[in-house]
């Protein structure tokens, strides 16, 4: 089961002066089980497409299959098809609304028409499952939250809807590198522990690195490049072309390599570069 798109293209305000085409015949697949991570420079279309996967815009021509089903059509299975699919967007805790977070976290399920019995429960596994127990963040007003709190809080929403698919733009905008890693790492429990494929929108390319089995990098309203990450680093003028650079460690272990070096330049996070420069210096003796 997976996500495709079909020659996908949208074009914003259509037929006025402003017209401007945001996706361009893109084809492409969202593998189920996957994590995969789309980066792409302000304006290439990454978030345009993203709001194509649950129906949040329809496309110009071209169309978008979610297990199959065709989700710009009507009726009750590409309903069911396009609910599989959580968004959650760029700051998603603007969309907090509720007295308490417990409400917040439960207005989603009810509206599915579940029993109170369901809503309880899925409202307290998901609130548990971001760090955020219901019985001591429950009955908190979401607004006496800390930034990183709410947007734990705003993904709790979303995940007590159960997607199979979670869409995440951009979901560490704003937050200190504590709290990004925090998020993303419960984001990444919640792939491997759960099986809910992940699609993260994401410019930074330390966090893709560490995160993600597969990048797609998109380009002018079109798909550049796609592969796995380190394939993907590794096509430099590309990437240079789409405005985006290798994660930090990649480029210094390429330095390093063009000073003489031997080392193995595929290494992601700081820990791996570190030793891997540390077993080269090794057998490097004098050098």
Do not use: W
């Not at 963040?137 to 939250?145: E, T, V």
């Not at 590309?238 to 330049?265: C, N, T």
């Amino acid at each position: 089961m997976s996500i495709v798109m079909e020659s996908i293209s949208y074009t914003y305000m259509r037929g006025t002066p402003f017209e401007r085409e945001a996706l361009a015949d893109v084809s492409l697949t969202i593998e189920e089980g996957s994590f995969t991570a789309l980066a792409g420079h302000t304006g290439s279309g990454k978030s345009t497409l993203v709001q194509h996967l649950n129906g949040l815009l329809q496309p110009d021509r071209g169309k978008v299959l979610v297990d199959g089903t065709d989700i710009g059509k009507k009726g009750a299975e590409a309903k069911r098809a396009r609910r599989s699919v959580g968004m959650v967007f760029q700051y998603p805790e603007h969309q907090l609304f509720e007295e308490t977070v417990e409400k917040d976290v439960a207005f989603g399920p009810l509206q599915l028409g579940l029993s109170a019995a369901e809503v309880e429960v899925r409202v307290k596994a998901s609130l548990d499952f971001v760090g955020l127990p219901a019985e001591v963040y429950g009955a908190r007003s979401p607004f006496a939250l800390s930034g990183g709190q709410r947007r734990r809080a705003a993904i709790a929403g979303v995940l007590a809807l159960k997607p199979r698919y979670l869409v995440l733009d951009e979901p560490t905008a704003g937050l200190d590198p504590r709290a990004s890693d925090a998020l993303l790492t419960r984001v990444r429990e919640l792939h491997e522990k759960e099986g809910v494929t992940i699609v993260l929108v994401s410019h930074n390319m330390d966090d893709i690195a560490r995160f993600a089995n597969r990048l797609i990098v998109m380009h002018a309203g079109r798909v550049m490049i796609e592969g796995a990450p380190h394939e993907v680093f590794a096509a430099k003028e590309k990437l240079s072309a789409a405005g985006l650079r290798p994660p930090h460690i990649v480029e210094l272990l390429d330095k390093l390599r063009a000073k003489g070096l031997d080392l193995d330049p595929a290494a992601f996070d700081a820990a791996d570069g570190a030793a891997r420069i540390k077993e080269a210096l090794g057998r490097c003796g004098s050098c």
